[in-house]
């Protein structure tokens, strides 16, 4: 699957990053970076947490 951000949503708050520090990471900057786009199944219950805890619905995965 991949992970999608929307950047204009995104409010770099870094739940995301809480939830799944292999995937996500809020920069020196503010901005957050996706570590990896690309996930295997085996991350997907991972990686659904993460985008439940966004709280403003940034993340998406795909499929
Ligand atoms: S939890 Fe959502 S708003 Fe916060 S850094 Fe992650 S994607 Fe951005």
Do not use: H, K
């Not at 929307?6 to 990053?17: N, Q, V």
């Not at 993460?50 to 499929?63: E, G, H, N, S, Y």
């Amino acid at each position: 699957m991949r992970i999608e951000l929307d950047e204009a949503t995104c409010s770099s708050l870094g739940m995301c990053e809480a939830v799944a520090p292999a995937f996500f990471e809020v920069g020196d900057d503010g901005a957050l970076v996706v570590l990896q786009s690309e996930a295997g199944e085996e991350q997907r219950a991972l990686l659904e947490q993460a985008v439940a805890a966004c709280p403003t619905a940034a993340l998406r995965l795909v499929p």
